[in-house]
């Protein structure tokens, strides 16, 4: 029995291994951006899927201080969406602005594969999450990269997944957001093939976020993605019983999508970047400070600073500080988060036979919306003519159900049709951020 199983596991390897599409269309990983896959493993305890990473270095960069991951979720179409994630022009914002890498991994599970056997780290992910680390290091030329801290997001089972490498390794994550999904501390009869976790004391210095839909049992009780709730609220527990360092940010408009999340999310993962980043690359995470930390009731919407916090402090959402406090309030009402900082101004911008071309960097808080495009001071257009998004506020580069950018990329150009012959036109490129600010 033992060798019919082996040569099974063997058979179901090879077959995935070869499997091809949909994950052979993705975008060029030309400088910035660095790539390595592997091939699934027929080695028991191995990664039995194949696996295709990509990495985003800032330009110009010396020495990296940490990689930011953005770990998609379960099923074939949300890991072929992890094509695009390191390509958010908005999550780059975030790696820039600390001198971060932005990772996105895209495991190539079948549609009716076991997600459990990517998700869980033990089962092989972790080992080929740190050799990617090691391999993109020396194609980069960054090979601090395989010893950086991790700032860790997830969707789904890459909540699970983020969740379970935060459990396995708090001494190498600065901080760690969870979408939808937590690593499970109990068993659970009806999912036997979910192993559960034991819970480190030291994950206690860890922020964590956990960051859900309300439709996702908090409001509505039945459905698919009922049963998120309590996970979340056991992990919630838990973490917070040890001392944690842990909120909850319920997104009151969605279920299992990732809705607006990115925009507090970001300012979220900002202010422990700050502070646990050691300021060189190669220095120990810093321990993240409590002195300014604001409390909420769990499902609540407002939030005090600790030292006025009246309820059970054991059972509060932690917040690190007033400004991020000010934003989840938002976020739990509306998921308007505010904003008063416009975006960079785009920069090279050239014309070629009525070609407009240029680049852009996004804005931290909110992103990239659209741009405007005038001839002689007169608006002639937009780019995208009409931003569009399913899941959340309207965005330049779109966004697939696991939060990353459409695939094939938007580009930045624009083709005047109706110039005036023989006449030489200035042209002017503006961004717009998703709260409507401009640039110059």
């Known amino acids: 029995m033992r060798s019919l199983a082996l040569l099974?596991?063997?058979?179901?390897t090879a077959s995935l291994s070869a499997q091809q599409p949909p994950y052979d269309v993705f975008?060029?990983?030309?400088?910035?951006?660095?790539?390595?896959?592997?091939?699934?493993?027929?080695?028991?305890?191995?990664?039995?899927?194949p696996v295709n990473y990509t990495v985003w270095v800032p330009p110009g960069v010396k020495s990296l201080r940490g990689v930011i991951v953005h770990q998609h979720g379960c099923g074939e179409g949300s890991c072929k969406s992890g094509l695009t994630g390191a390509y958010d022009l908005h999550w780059q914002a975030l790696a820039r602005k600390h001198d971060c890498a932005l990772l996105a991994p895209s495991y190539e599970q079948p549609e009716k594969a076991d997600c459990q056997m990517w998700c869980d780290p033990r089962n092989g992910s972790d080992a080929a999450f740190q050799k990617a680390l090691v391999d993109l290091g020396a194609k980069s030329g960054h090979p601090e990269l395989a010893k950086v801290p991790w700032a860790l997001w997830g969707h789904s089972g890459g909540g699970h997944w983020a969740g379970g490498m935060t459990l396995l390794h708090p001494d190498r994550v600065a901080a760690a957001c969870l979408r939808s999904g937590v690593p499970m501390l109990e068993a659970n009869p009806a999912r036997p093939t979910i192993k559960v976790y034991a819970l480190p004391q030291t994950v206690a210095g860890v922020p964590i976020m956990c960051n859900l839909g309300t439709k996702e049992g908090v409001t509505v009780k039945e459905g698919r993605f009922a049963g998120a709730w309590a996970a979340n609220e056991t992990f919630f527990t838990a973490v917070r019983a040890k001392g944690g360092l842990i909120g909850v940010s319920v997104?009151?408009?969605?279920?299992?999508?990732?809705?607006?999340?990115r925009y507090f999310t970001i300012r979220w993962l900002d202010a422990c970047l700050t502070t646990r980043l050691p300021e060189k690359s190669g220095g120990a995470l810093n321990p993240m400070p409590t002195k300014n930390s604001w409390l909420a009731a769990l499902l609540g919407t407002e939030a005090t600073p600790a030292a006025k916090f009246a309820g059970e402090k054991e059972k509060s959402v932690w917040l690190p500080n007033e400004a991020v406090a000010k934003a989840w309030e938002v976020y739990v009402k509306d998921t308007a988060v505010p904003d008063t900082t416009p975006p960079p101004a785009p920069t090279g911008l050239q014309v070629k036979d009525n070609v407009l071309t240029w680049?852009?960097?996004?804005?931290?808080?909110s992103?990239?919306?659209h741009f405007i495009i005038e001839r002689d001071g007169k608006e002639i257009g937009n780019v995208p003519e009409q931003p569009k998004n399913s899941f959340g506020r309207p965005v330049f580069q779109g966004l697939q159900y696991s939060d990353t950018p459409t695939n094939p990329l938007v580009e930045m150009i624009f083709t005047d049709k109706a110039p005036e012959a023989g006449?030489?036109?200035?042209?002017?490129?503006?961004?717009?951020?998703?709260a409507g600010l401009k640039s110059e």
Do not use: M, W
Request: glycine share 4%; charged share 25%; net charge neutral.
């Open 359 to 365: 680049k852009a960097k996004a804005d931290l808080e």
């Open 423 to 434: 006449k030489k036109h200035q042209y002017r490129v503006i961004a717009v951020n998703t």
């Open 27 to 49: 975008p060029a990983a030309d400088p910035p951006y660095y790539r390595v896959r592997y091939e699934a493993s027929t080695q028991p305890g191995e990664l039995i899927f």
């Open 251 to 261: 997104d009151p408009l969605t279920s299992h999508e990732c809705g607006n999340q």
């Open 367 to 369: 992103g990239l919306a």
């Open 8 to 12: 099974s596991f063997l058979v179901l």
